[in-house]
Nanobody, 120 residues
Framework: QVQLVESGGGLVQAGGSLRLSCAAS????????MGWFRQAPGKQRELVAD???????NYSDSVKGRFTISRDNARNTVYLQMNSLLPEDTAVYYC??????????????WGQGTQVTVSS
């Protein structure tokens, strides 16, 4: 069974920085994608950024140039460095893991979520 444990959320002023971490335990499989989604009140959950096991990254347009995703494969951990935070970045941030189980079949897991609040 896979578990994702997040840390690093909190309250910060606009323009500040936070770093989120997510450690995965269990069998994450060699081909996978780890990432971060967020959900603000009254809005749908949206992708923030993700990174493949090979290191390819993908960002939403709203965070490009401000957020950086990285991973430590030896520790099965993904990080999200968030700089120049804006009030509109306020949301619950969820860690996500997608695993390639077999050809063309992926499953996914979610963390419990961590609150990020940016004050103006």
């Amino acid at each position: 069974q896979v578990q994702l444990v997040e840390s690093g959320g909190g309250l910060v002023q606009a323009g500040g920085s936070l770093r989120l971490s997510c450690a995965a335990s269990g069998n994450i499989f060699s081909i996978n994608v780890m990432g971060w989604f967020r959900q603000a009140p009254g809005k749908q959950r949206e992708l923030v950024a993700d990174i493949t096991s090979g290191g390819t990254t993908n960002y939403s347009d709203s965070v490009k140039g401000r957020f950086t995703i990285s991973r430590d494969n030896a520790r099965n951990t993904v990080y999200l460095q968030m700089n120049s935070l804006l009030p509109e970045d306020t949301a619950v941030y969820y860690c996500n893991l997608r695993r390639l189980i077999r050809s063309n079949y992926w499953d996914q897991y979610w963390g419990q979520g961590t609150q990020v609040t940016v004050s103006s």
